[in-house]
């Protein structure tokens, strides 16, 4: 561990000043303090950076989340001016591959007001650069209901890969009750570590119902912010309409297991080695957007495979219109990313597909039925 990381550094005094703090606590500080957090001073994506997404994957991903959009705005009634929201845009690439795809509904173009959320300057200046013919806003973070920035119009929603990265706190079954599991610094060791609190904390449906087929040290895991998020989206679309949809790993129902993760340059290492210098996240729990959802009087359809969802939106054929103008390497390429962003033993089910829209929006593109 770097002691002199500016992270590290405000960690290990936290811990000193306060006593062990929780999981989320150490998420939101190692992915977002200003001073030397993940995601400050850093592009992490390409094969310089820790990871690769999907829209970096091939074009094709965000062309066809574009022509999703074109065709949500159909359904959602063609209004005149919409807001068309990326969450954790990254380098700007899917927006940039996705607007392009939209050239073709050109009056749905027209009526998109872009609005990106993205609290890095490093990855916002990336953004400016891809999206610099478009007219675009960003936020720091997602405006709250209410928020005279995006006013009252209705909007659509796009995140991939945003849900994973928001703080989850963790819960260890000890005798018949949840416990919080914190992080402590071993002083000695100059390391962090893992402890429980020995409190029960309150439980709620899911918590309990989970408890009874809970073994002894099971961990069971919930993001508040991922709850906040999914409550302020759906809070806009049930007062202006709308539609959202998220792309990321993660459970289709709650379950119990650890899922926090941490990767730096493209391989997995102990979540608590390298704050602020690898990044964390954790599975989504979809069930729970679902249920926020429907707090709010909205419809949630999925979650689907992202390969299936592709697969409906028509990739193979999008493949197979680029391939004709490709070169031998060029097809091998395309052939390798239809692969990453399909393939069974790849992307394909690992990432799940979820939308929300309003109750009268039967259907949206990609999902045949009702789930």
């Known amino acids: 561990m770097d002691s002199g990381h500016p992270v590290v550094r405000r960690l290990t005094g936290l811990i000193s000043e306060r006593g062990p703090i929780s999981v989320a606590d150490f998420m939101e500080i190692a992915l977002g303090d200003p001073d030397g957090g993940y995601y400050a001073p850093r592009d992490p994506f390409g094969v310089d950076g820790d990871f690769t997404t999907a829209p970096e994957i091939s074009q094709m991903f965000g062309e066809l989340i574009g022509l999703w959009c074109a065709d949500t705005w159909q359904r959602i009634g063609a209004p005149e001016a919409f ?22 509904a050109p009056d749905c173009l027209t009526a998109a007001r872009i609005h990106l959320v993205e609290n890095s300057p490093t990855l ?32 659509i929603f796009v995140a991939n890969e945003f849900l994973d990265a928001l703080p989850v706190r963790q819960f260890v079954k000890t005798g018949d009750a949840w416990c919080e ?26 918590a309990d119902r989970l408890l009874a087929d809970a073994d002894e040290g099971d961990i069971f895991e919930e993001s508040p912010a991922v709850i906040s998020v999914a409550g302020d989206i759906a809070a806009h679309i049930a007062a202006h309409g709308g539609a959202a949809l998220f792309v990321d790993y993660g459970h289709r129902r709650t379950a119990i297991g650890e899922t926090l993760q941490a990767v730096r340059q493209h391989r997995p290492i102990d979540p608590l080695e390298a704050p602020g210098m690898s990044d964390l996240t954790a599975h989504v729990d979809f069930q729970r957007v679902a249920e926020v959802a429907g707090d709010h009087g909205l419809r949630s359809l999925g979650p689907l495979d992202q390969g299936a969802f592709l697969q409906r939106l028509g990739i193979r054929e999008r493949a197979d219109i680029l391939r004709q103008k490709a070169d031998d390497r060029q097809s091998r390429d395309l052939n390798a990313a239809l692969t990453r962003l399909i393939g069974s033993s790849e992307m394909g089910t690992l990432f799940k597909v979820m939308a929300l829209s309003e109750q009268r929006i039967e259907l949206l593109a990609g999902f045949d039925s009702l789930s």
């Not at 807001?83 to 073709?104: H, N, Q, V, Y």
């Not at 599991?181 to 899911?206: C, E, K, Q, S």
């Open 124 to 155: 916002r200046d990336a953004q400016k650069q891809k999206l610099h013919a478009h007219d675009v806003t960003w936020h720091e973070r997602l405006p709250a209901p209410g928020d005279t920035s995006l006013g009252s119009l209705p909007a």
């Open 181 to 206: 599991r914190l992080v402590a610094h071993d002083r000695a060791a100059d390391v962090f570590a893992f402890t429980p609190t020995g409190t029960a904390i309150p439980g709620g449906p899911n």
């Open 83 to 104: 807001a068309l929201i990326e969450l954790g845009p990254g380098r700007g690439t899917l927006m940039a591959d996705a607007l392009r795809a939209m050239a073709s």
